[in-house]
């Protein structure tokens, strides 16, 4: 008997779906009533690869008001009605996925949950606070908020905050750690050879690491790396509670912004990060507050439907 057999027949009957963003996979399930208990033996049961369907995570769409997070943020935002209750493969609770956001909202409209065509904008509840998603023809447009330096005394001058050490990388890297409503840290290598020697099957040790860990992210330029005012990088990530994925949407916006300050090409608003597994764009948006937006965008499918028994 499987070491999840037991977690799975207390799902059985549950219907599912099976998603990606570039790569980036999810079991989805749908959860209208807010009845289904995700425990973390469960969604490591569900997200085993060979136990169990498989995925990076497990994403649980529930209405906002039968969860206390969910129920904070309808005060301010009436309009937010669905929630993503993102789970990391090993059971643990992340506030933000942005390859999930576009993957969920996917889910919502294929499942009929909501309404949404192409051009409208659906407003939807995380841990990370609301988030406002527009449909495109092919694929699907989060504002994520706004980015911020994990310490910003130590990254100050947008330098480093820490060191990064791997299997792979031939010397500790200097790296700068940001906030992208989770927790990363992005580290420069010098080449896409660089980047291809890496070996994540072993977690990278950051130090100092950001309290409750970190997504840590490797980026090589294109060269050159800004052409026709649209930057350009490739990144491997590790992230936290999974392991390596094939693409990462708060990291590709973490390597963006890391990027972009280190070059000092503040200018350069518009990038396309490659990642294993696809394409994602990224862009800031100045707001009237202040604040910098970073706005992630790419595709979602949804690639099969099942029931656990
Ligand atoms: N793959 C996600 C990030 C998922 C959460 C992450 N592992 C964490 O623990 O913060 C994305 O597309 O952003």
Redesign the pocket.
């Known amino acids: 008997m499987s070491k999840h057999r037991a977690a799975l027949d207390a799902l059985s009957g549950l219907t599912f779906a099976k998603g990606h963003?570039t790569g980036?996979d999810f079991v989805l399930i749908a959860d209208p009533d807010g009845t289904v208990a995700l425990e973390a033996e469960k969604v490591a049961a569900l997200a085993d690869r060979h136990h169990g369907i498989g995925g990076?995570?497990v994403i649980r769409a529930v209405p906002s008001k039968h969860l206390a997070e969910g129920q904070a943020l309808l005060a301010e935002h009436p309009d937010a009605e669905w929630f993503m209750d993102?789970r990391?493969a090993d059971g643990?609770v992340?506030?933000?996925?942005?390859?999930?956001v576009r993957v969920f909202v996917h889910f919502l409209v294929s499942e009929q949950l909501v309404p949404l065509e192409p051009g409208q904008t659906l407003a939807i509840g995380t841990r990370a606070g609301v988030k406002h998603v527009t449909r495109l023809d092919h694929g699907y447009a989060i504002d994520m908020g706004p980015w911020s330096y994990i310490d910003p005394e130590l990254a100050q001058e947008a330098a480093s905050d820490s060191v990064v050490e791997a299997a792979g990388l031939q010397d500790p890297r200097p790296a700068l750690s940001i906030s992208?409503g989770?927790?990363h840290t992005v580290v420069p290598v010098q080449s896409f050879e660089d980047l291809a020697e890496l070996d994540l099957t072993r977690a990278p040790h950051v130090e100092p690491a950001p309290e409750g860990?970190t997504?840590v992210e490797f980026v090589a330029a294109f060269e050159p790396m800004i052409r026709d005012g649209v930057g350009r990088v490739k990144m491997r990530v590790h992230?936290?509670?999974?392991g390596e994925?094939r693409?990462?949407?708060?990291?590709a916006c973490a390597a963006a912004t890391a990027m972009r300050a280190w070059a000092g090409t503040e200018g350069c608003d518009s990038w396309l990060v490659e990642v294993p597994g696809g394409l994602l764009a990224v862009d800031f948006l100045a707001h009237a507050d202040g604040t910098e937006h970073v706005v992630l965008a790419g595709p979602a499918e949804l690639v099969f439907r099942g029931t656990l028994g």
């Open positions: 963003g980036n990076d995570g993102y990391n643990s992340s506030e933000m996925c942005g390859n999930g992208m989770n927790p860990g997504n992230e936290r509670g999974v994925t693409s990462c949407g708060t990291g």
